[in-house]
């Protein structure tokens, strides 16, 4: 009988031990018991110390949180019990995120396939330090009452950008993040971001996202100028480049231009060709695109420049060959970035002392214009590799001038192209 009784009582221990193993797997700490068909691991500090009532959430790898989770609270899917196991119970088949945070500063991020069989054992989880990213939303030319948001793939995060479209993620777990940006106008298109990559108690900038709706309104401004100068037929993407959401380059050579809308300023061009046509005025609003590197302006009927032209401080060539232009202003010194000037074949007759201040050039062309000498300042400009002063009407000038052009000019016989009055 004695027998009996202590068998019945190691049975029931064992029992009791079972159990207790089981609950240790449990959605939260001390209640319920695993069930099949899930996912179990096992969450350690950094000193590989289990780590009670870390909060576990699990979502579908191209899961994205909707607007309305902007500022919610969210809910744990389970926690990790005294041992810091936790299970996550019923777990269809799929790529899924698992989030583990531990308190406000420790944190992991773990990607894992289930495939159908009872239960996924991922094993032991480290938490470490959290980090944080932050970057910006181009919002230039956004209306203000566009709101703008950043999510997370794989978490049940989100960000609404802010007036300077500014966004920052607190508290992630270490790891690589792809982002998608979305806005409040449905009309205008989403984009997706390159992988953010962060370790432990990083705290990163990702940079500057453009919105691809921009290239939207860019191309209704290309659409504009073809129209205007009846050219209803040329598609935007024969005459453009674009480049991460925007237009960059706008090649129009050869294509009869005469009129160039206002509105051309909402560009933010690289690169702007509009040689080999009829125009012969630059809009006001040309000057707002100061973003241009290279402007080819050759073979028009340019004869004055706006003064907003010379906001366009990070030109590094500009072409304007074959006009009729008479001189520059002094502003021309502002375009202080230029490294190739051409001004072939106009009707120059002098040129401002400002070009002192275009100490980056290394290619100037003053050729075929009616220029009867040069600026005492322009001895400052000692960075060219080429200049062309050749067939002009500089037929004297002090001794400097002469030994600068010598230095520098492509054409040592550029004395006898000049149109000088017989003696």
Sequence with gaps: MNRLIVSLLIMLLLLLIACSENATLTGEPGTGSETTNGIAALVVDENGAPVVSARVFIRPKDFLEDTSGVGVDREPDAYSDTSGKFFLDSVAKGEYVIEILSGDDSAALVECTKEDIDTLNIGEIKVTPVASFSGNIDRQNIPPQVNIYVQVYGLDRIQRVGPQGEFRFEGMPPGDYKLRMLSNDTSLGITDSAMVKVGPADTLNVGTFLMPFEFWRDTLVVRKLLDTNGLDSVPVIAVTVAH?????????????????????????????????????????????????????????????????????????????????????????????????????????????????????????????????????????????????????????????????????SMDKNWKNTQVCPAN
């Design 244 to 408: 991460m959401g925007r237009i960059v380059e706008l090649n129009l050579t050869n294509r009869n231009i005469k009129t160039i809308p206002p509105n051309i300023g909402r560009l933010r061009l690289f690169v702007l060709r509009l040689g080999k046509n009829n125009i012969d005025t630059i809009p006001f609003e040309l000057g707002f695109m100061h973003s241009l590197s290279a402007l080819f302006l050759d073979s028009n009927n340019i004869n004055i420049l706006p003064l907003s032209f010379f906001n366009l401080g990070r030109l590094e060539r500009l072409d304007l060959t074959g006009n009729n232009l008479i001189t520059f202003p002094p502003e021309l010194g502002r375009l202080g970035m230029l490294k190739v000037l051409t001004l072939r074949d106009n009707d120059m007759q002098f040129i401002p002392e400002s070009i002192e201040h275009l100490i980056n050039l290394k290619a100037l062309d003053l050729s075929f214009n009616n220029l009867n000498g040069l600026p005492g300042l322009i001895l400052k400009i000692t960075g060219l590799d080429v200049l062309n002063v050749n067939n002009n009407k500089i037929c004297s000038m002090p001794i400097e001038i002469e030994n600068w052009i010598n230095t520098f």
